[in-house]
């Protein structure tokens, strides 16, 4: 039976390819789902982004109102302040894999201390916009686990 994986993207994530390239490379947010599709598989996949931290509260919730089986979220700025993102992802029963585009741990100190890493399954940064595949690998890999 397919499972249903949600991507959530956050703030500014729509300007991949354009935006700093020098950090985040030159793939487009549309390259990058192209390839969750490809490695989900069978796997029904719900793709998103928003600049809004509040539409991001109401996909999370949506993942857990229709049952998801796991989630790749990259929170982007959202990640360093937001309590709601944070709360809502604390009711998400089933794997969550945070994902970042740079490796944060070496980026500037603001964007270092991730909140949302307290509350992930797993963790995936620095791997440019390949850490996707990567992710949803992982977690197809986390679901079929017994």
């Known amino acids: 039976m397919p499972r249903t994986i949600h ?4 703030p500014n994530l729509d300007r991949l390819g354009k935006r700093e390239p020098e950090i985040y490379g030159r793939t487009t947010l549309a ?3 192209a390839m969750c599709r ?3 598989g069978n796997d029904a996949l719900v793709f998103r982004q928003t600049n809004w931290e509040g539409q991001l509260v109401e996909w999370i919730h949506d993942a857990i109102d ?3 089986a796991g989630m790749v979220i990259n929170p982007a700025g959202l990640s360093f302040r937001s309590i709601p993102v944070i709360d809502a992802l604390r009711m998400f029963p ?4 945070e994902l970042h585009i740079s490796n944060i ?3 500037d100190v603001l964007h270092q201390n991730s909140l949302v890493s307290g509350v992930a399954t797993a963790v995936i940064a620095g791997l440019g916009a390949r850490g996707y595949a990567t992710a949803v690998r992982s977690l197809k890999e986390m679901l079929d686990q017994p």
């Open 7 to 10: 991507i959530l993207n956050g």
């Open 105 to 107: 741990h070496a980026r």
């Open 94 to 97: 089933r794997p969550i894999i």
């Open 31 to 33: 390259e990058i789902e």
């Open 66 to 68: 229709t049952d998801a």
């Open 38 to 40: 490809a490695e989900a």
